[in-house]
Structures are given as C-alpha cells and as structure tokens.
C-alpha cells in the first residue's frame, strides 16, 4: 500500500491508532488523520498539482485513500470560487467572493465527506453502510454507495425537506423517518451495528468524511494562488467543514505551501433556532450541551448535539473568529437577495450566513476592504420548504400589462 498516512490519532486524548484497519471512534469522540508531510513536501509540489484533473482528488497525497486504491466518484469538485461584487456592493465589501459547493454531486458539498468515507469504506472491505441526516448527507451517502455497489441505510427526521427523502430513496438507499431529531437518528445507526452489520458513517463517526470536507480549504487555497482570504464564514451544524478547513490551513503551513500567521479568522455560523455551539462559544465552554427544541428551515444547521463540538471551538477560538447565530425570519429574503444579486443558487444555511455577515459589518468586526469568503454549501432547489412561492398568474387573453 502506498499511502502518506503516517497513523490516526484520538481527538480527546492524542492515543495513537494504525491506519490500515476499519475505524470508529475513540472514547466516543472522532479521531484524525495524520500524514508525514515532510514526504509529502518531498513527493508532490503546487506546481504538480495544477496541472492535475480538477476534482478534488488531485490532493491525492495529502488524502487517506492509498495511491493504489480506486476511488468512488462523481467527478466532484473543484468549486467555483465566484467573485461577488454586486452583493459585495450591498454589503459594503469591495472583495467578496463566494465558494459555490450547490455545484457539486447532489447538490451540496456533502458529496466532498462521501466520496472519501465511501471510497475508503469500500477499500476496507464495507458493504454495508448506515447513517443519520438531517438533510444533504443522506443524499450523498446514497449517491456513493450506488456508485460504490453498497448498501445504505438512511434514518432521517419526519420533518426532512421533501427533496432529501426524494433523493436518498431515488439512489436506491433504504431511507427511513424519524419521530425525533438526527441525534434521535444517529442513535438507532449506532444501535444497528451489530445486529444490521452496517458501518456507521455519522459525521466524525469515522475519521475520512472529514478529510474529504478539507478539500474545501485546499480549494480555496489554490484558488487565491496559494494565500488565504481574511475572513471566512461557515454554516455550521457537525462541523466537519469548520474543522476540516481549519485542518488543510494547518497542513498546508507546516508544508511551506501557504505563509504561516496569515490564517483567516473563521466565523461559524449557526441558525438561532439551533446554535449550540455559540451557546457555548459565548459562556467559554469547550464543550457544547444539547440545545432544546432545535427549529430552523436551515436543515444543515439543524444539529442539537455534535460529538465534534469541542473540535469546533478549538478551531473557532484558535483562528481568532467566533460563533454567531442569524435571524430565522431572514432566512428567505437572503435566499432571494443573494441568489437574485449573483445569479448563485444560495441555501437557507448560506442566507443565515450573509445574516451574520451584514452584523459584522455594522459592527466593524468585518472591515469593508477585507478579502472575505462565504461558503454556500448547498443549492436553494432542494428547499422548496423554505421559501415557498406562489407566482402571480397571467391570463393568456388578456395580459394585464400594466400590472408586470
Ligand atoms: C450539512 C450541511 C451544513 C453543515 O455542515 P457541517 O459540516 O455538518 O457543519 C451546512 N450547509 C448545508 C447545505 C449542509 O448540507
């Protein structure tokens, strides 16, 4: 096997683990993976990387998938990094950019965590596969398992929007509803184990969705030329893309490829009907408590209780960002602001985002010439719950020109 994956490590407690061998958790808390950068320094140059195919998997060094192992895809990524200057005109910002993941594979850049947790699955011998959704991840899971010939199991909430029940079922997964919320979900995958012999791919459950979710950060990276925006802002539910971004800023400085002391400050963005981790975030816990009676039409966000919590503040804290919930009842008229000022397909998680965004600037924390970056993690087409529309009807005999 060639890999340059020196071993796993526990994110609680830094116990050491083999890489080569089918993992969970570690002390009920996720574990990383970690490479011997300096053979990759050795092995691979940015150079070398743009002359490669643009998916995600041209970081193959810096990934867990052997070199000689296949991987399952769909030709996911590289994103567009959109420049934004009508909504930066808005927002009074003169460098605004926006990451577009609602490009990827079903929609979202939860395609980013399968292609990697399924790929590596299958490299160990899974064939079986179960996961909790509160939205996106059940589509993507089913996507790759029907990619990777494997079976899926997916348990969501009752209350999924209507297109994330559609696609999980339509790529061929046994999907389920739940009388409860994902925590409510990720139960029944943890307690299906054993018996149903399924592997659970929860978000941080296993060590790979996240590495897949780094891609983002080594995107963005490349994309800028190999520096880092100022200021970054992330819709936030388990965290894997805060956490994975974070992740990829630090390898690439310990390999030379970015300067270090230049990282963006990274806000993470939580909807106020479930913002648990900028409940903690503000009374300086490490760890988050389960938020009561989780609502928002933002079903990414909708994450009461995360394993990776304090990974989540970690990286929030050391980045020098915060945790900041936005308005629900901005949620739709973002939506439409956005999309309608760029033509980008923007999610409720990212509406929630450019919420959080507009109170930075008022408050200075945001300067207007600072190079900031939005991530839309998810296309607006797959939530017709969140803003529904009506449109006005025109009577073919007689149109009411006046009134267009
Ligand atoms: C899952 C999801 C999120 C939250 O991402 P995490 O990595 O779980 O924090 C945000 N936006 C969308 C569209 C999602 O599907």
């Not at 590289?78 to 420049?83: E, H, I, K, V, W």
């Not at 980013?112 to 509160?134: H, I, N």
């Not at 992330?234 to 270090?260: D, Q």
Request: one cysteine or more.
């Amino acid at each position: 096997m060639t890999t340059f994956v020196s071993h796993l490590e526990a994110a609680i407690d830094g116990t050491r683990i083999p890489f080569g061998r089918l993992v969970g958790m570690h002390a009920d808390r996720p574990v990383w993976v970690r490479y011997d950068l300096d053979r990759i320094r050795q092995a691979v140059t940015p150079a070398a990387i743009a002359n490669r195919p643009p998916t995600l998997w041209r970081y193959r060094e810096l990934l867990p998938l052997p070199l000689d192992a296949e991987p399952v895809t769909l030709g996911e990524g590289m994103t567009p990094l959109l420049p934004c200057p009508r909504l930066g005109a808005e927002l009074g910002l003169t460098d605004l950019w926006v990451k577009d993941e609602s490009q990827l594979p079903t929609g979202s850049f939860k395609s980013r965590g399968q292609t990697m947790c399924v790929s590596l699955a299958k490299w160990l011998g899974v064939t079986r596969v179960a996961l909790p959704t509160a939205g996106n991840a059940g589509g993507a899971a089913a996507a790759y398992a029907a990619r990777a010939g494997m079976e899926c199991f997916v348990f969501m909430p009752a209350d999924t929007p209507t297109v994330n029940q559609f696609e999980a079922h339509l790529y061929g997964a046994k999907a389920y509803r739940v009388n409860g919320l994902i925590h409510d979900c990720g139960k029944i995958v943890k307690a299906g184990a054993d018996r149903m012999g399924w592997f659970d791919l929860s978000t941080l459950k296993e060590p790979y969705r996240l590495e897949g979710k780094k891609t983002m950060g080594l995107e963005v990276a490349e994309q800028l030329g190999w520096t880092l925006p100022d200021v970054i802002l992330y819709p936030t539910g388990g965290g894997t893309g805060l956490i994975g971004m974070w992740k990829a800023f630090r390898e690439l400085v310990e390999l030379g490829w970015i300067p270090a002391g230049k990282l963006p400050r990274l806000y993470s963005v939580q909807a106020e009907g479930c913002a648990p981790i900028v409940t903690a975030f503000d009374k300086g816990e490490r760890f988050a408590e389960l938020f009561p009676n989780a609502r928002t039409v933002a079903s990414g966000l909708r994450v009461p209780a995360a394993v990776g919590d304090f990974m989540m503040l970690d990286t929030i804290r050391e980045s020098g960002g915060k945790a900041i919930a936005g308005k629900e009842a901005s949620i739709a008229s973002w939506m439409r602001r956005a999309s309608g000022a760029e033509g980008i397909s923007v999610c409720p998680e990212t509406a929630v985002c450019f919420d959080v965004l507009e109170g930075l600037i008022e408050r200075g924390e945001v300067r207007p010439h600072e190079r900031v970056v939005v991530f839309n993690t998810g296309a607006a087409t797959k939530y017709l719950e969140a803003m529904p529309v009506e449109l006005p009807a025109v009577d073919r005999d007689a149109v009411a020109w006046d009134k267009l």
